[in-house]
């Protein structure tokens, strides 16, 4: 099984400022025949279910705001929010769907310091 | 509008049993692999299972196979989830997604309390 691991567990990040999130797997998960990292992020808030922000690593969903970005290729990867709004409080996970079983990160936590 | 509605969740006794279904509206359900997640309390997300359109290719994780069955009726619009012999270990909020690659719309979720 792919293993994902994400850093840090939680952070506390200033409104304004940026917050990075990483996301390793134990695995390359880029697909040499399309060039395409296998990769999603999502973000889920408090009673809520999880919300898709990413996809093949950095192509944002629909609806998703421009301070969301995704980035890295094969086994390192980073979501990164340009500028912390209150709204963006919540856990965030990345999920890798190269190889079944699916499998997600452990989460991140993401506060208002 | 794309929803996905879970429901069936319930307290069970450890060994018991439990169907969930999820119904689908706002796309075409037939045309997408459709997918369970679960989330036990406080923890992160895990995938249970999904299931190809027309139910030619079905895939568990290992930690449920033998004991849990997915299924789809594409003329009800409904995905389901037969849960057997049931551990203490499978208490979460089990989500209806749709998607094989990621999964870009979640149900709300039911809850599934395994207890004696």
């Known amino acids: 099984d792919i293993v994902m691991t994400q850093s840090p567990d939680s952070l506390a990040v200033s409104l304004g400022e940026r917050a990075t999130i990483n996301c390793k797997s134990s695995q390359s998960i880029l697909y040499s025949s399309d060039n395409k990292n296998y990769l999603a992020w999502y973000q889920q808030k408090p009673g809520q279910p999880p919300k898709l922000l990413i996809y093949w690593a950095s192509t944002r969903a629909s609806g998703v705001p421009d301070r969301f970005s995704g980035s890295g290729s094969g086994t390192d990867f980073t979501l990164t929010i340009s500028s912390l709004q209150a709204e963006d409080v919540a856990d965030y996970y990345c999920?890798?769907?190269?190889?079944?079983?699916?499998?997600f990160g452990q989460g991140t936590k993401v506060e208002v310091k | 509008e794309v929803q996905l509605v879970e429901s069936g969740g319930d307290l069970v006794q450890p060994g018991g049993s439990l169907r969930l279904s999820c119904v689908g509206s706002g796309f075409t359900f037939g045309s997408y692999w459709m997918a369970w997640v679960r989330q036990a309390p406080g923890k992160g997300l895990e995938w249970v299972a999904y299931?190809?359109?027309?139910?030619?290719?079905?895939y568990y994780v290992d930690s449920v196979k033998g004991r849990f069955t997915i299924s789809r009726d594409n003329t009800k619009n409904s995905l389901y989830l037969q849960m057997n012999s049931l551990r203490v270990e499978d208490t979460a909020v089990y989500y209806c997604?749709?998607?094989?690659?990621?999964?870009?719309?979640w149900g709300q979720g039911t809850l599934v309390t395994v207890s004696s």
């Open positions: 299931m190809k359109e027309d139910g030619g290719e079905i």
């Open positions: 999920h890798q769907y190269y190889h079944t079983p699916r499998t």
């Open positions: 997604a749709r998607g094989v690659y990621d999964f870009d719309f």
